[in-house]
């Protein structure tokens, strides 16, 4: 288990990936927090779906890490499609025949890959962290919004909720890449249809079906990030997304042992 770990973490860090990925990153977490500050006098909204979030918001205790709260819906797009490209190249490339050769449980592989890539998006979400709370503090002073809350106990309490909440659901989004890298064992598919899915279907459909947002995992996923709101409870958006991811990936877990290993 610990030797695929390793091998897994070993093309993780390859700079082609590594630095590739952290650069959307900071890119992603700079975009949000730039446009929640530098609009935040805007009538149009500075906040998702036009929802106006002023300085009266941005200067609680909550103010520092709610950039990067906000950010968790992109930066779990991000996670999406290091997981997908990195399950199903597997197959594409050929090597999956390989590693069973050195290590022929299937199940420790799936394993030992899903663990390695969590341990990818925990690097992931703490430098968009560290991005956001300085950007913030950065765009604080030259918007005129107090940080006099940002500094207390409770902003620190803050900051680590905030981070485990988009932590969870930045592997939530990475497990749903996963599992349609397994399903399609394509990186292209895969990655295309979880990015549609996501950023398009599930948008639309909330927008125009009533409610129909509580039983789709991206945009339960996005409620767990910011933690909860006020027409979906955190706990329900946690456990019925994760609902959803499990059950997925046990179905995909049964076809990634049946399975012929060449694409």
């Given at each position: 288990?610990?030797n695929?770990?390793r091998?897994?973490?070993?093309?993780?860090r390859?700079?082609?990936l590594?630095?590739s990925?952290?650069?959307?990153?900071t890119?992603v977490?700079?975009l949000i927090?730039?446009?929640?500050?530098?609009?935040v006098?805007s009538p149009?909204?500075?906040?998702?779906?036009?929802v106006?979030?002023g300085?009266?918001v941005?200067?609680?205790?909550?103010?520092?890490?709610?950039?990067?709260?906000?950010?968790?819906?992109?930066?779990?797009?991000?996670a999406?499609?290091?997981f997908?490209?990195?399950?199903?190249?597997?197959?594409?490339?050929?090597?999956?025949r390989n590693?069973?050769?050195?290590?022929?449980?299937?199940?420790?592989?799936?394993?030992?890959?899903?663990?390695a890539?969590k341990?990818?998006a925990?690097?992931?979400?703490a430098?968009?962290?560290l991005?956001?709370?300085?950007?913030?503090?950065?765009?604080?002073?030259?918007?005129?919004?107090?940080t006099?809350?940002w500094?207390?106990?409770e902003?620190r309490?803050a900051?680590?909720r905030?981070?485990?909440?988009?932590?969870?659901a930045?592997?939530?989004?990475?497990?749903f890449g996963?599992?349609?890298?397994?399903?399609?064992?394509?990186?292209?598919?895969?990655?295309?249809?979880?990015?549609?899915?996501?950023?398009?279907?599930?948008?639309?459909?909330s927008a125009?079906?009533?409610?129909?947002?509580?039983?789709?995992?991206?945009?339960?996923?996005?409620?767990?990030?910011?933690?909860?709101?006020?027409?979906?409870?955190y706990?329900?958006?946690?456990i019925?997304s994760?609902?959803?991811?499990?059950?997925?990936?046990a179905?995909?877990?049964?076809l990634?042992k049946?399975?012929?290993?060449a694409?």
């Amino acid at each position: 288990m610990w030797n695929v770990i390793r091998a897994e973490l070993t093309k993780l860090r390859r700079p082609s990936l590594a630095l590739s990925t952290l650069l959307a990153v900071t890119f992603v977490t700079g975009l949000i927090t730039s446009v929640l500050f530098l609009l935040v006098d805007s009538p149009s909204g500075n906040g998702e779906r036009g929802v106006r979030i002023g300085r009266d918001v941005l200067s609680l205790a909550s103010g520092a890490s709610l950039s990067f709260s906000n950010s968790a819906g992109l930066l779990g797009i991000v996670a999406l499609c290091i997981f997908a490209a990195q399950t199903a190249q597997e197959y594409t490339y050929g090597t999956l025949r390989n590693l069973l050769v050195r290590q022929p449980s299937r199940m420790k592989i799936l394993i030992g890959k899903l663990a390695a890539m969590k341990l990818f998006a925990i690097v992931m979400v703490a430098v968009s962290g560290l991005v956001g709370i300085a950007l913030s503090y950065l765009f604080a002073g030259i918007k005129d919004v107090s940080t006099t809350l940002w500094s207390t106990p409770e902003a620190r309490s803050a900051v680590i909720r905030g981070f485990i909440n988009v932590l969870i659901a930045t592997i939530g989004y990475g497990i749903f890449g996963m599992i349609l890298g397994l399903l399609f064992r394509s990186p292209i598919s895969a990655i295309s249809i979880g990015v549609i899915w996501n950023l398009i279907i599930e948008g639309l459909l909330s927008a125009f079906v009533t409610n129909i947002d509580r039983y789709f995992p991206g945009q339960l996923l996005s409620t767990v990030a910011v933690g909860g709101t006020d027409k979906i409870s955190y706990q329900y958006a946690l456990i019925t997304s994760y609902s959803f991811l499990l059950g997925g990936l046990a179905v995909v877990a049964f076809l990634f042992k049946k399975r012929d290993v060449a694409n």
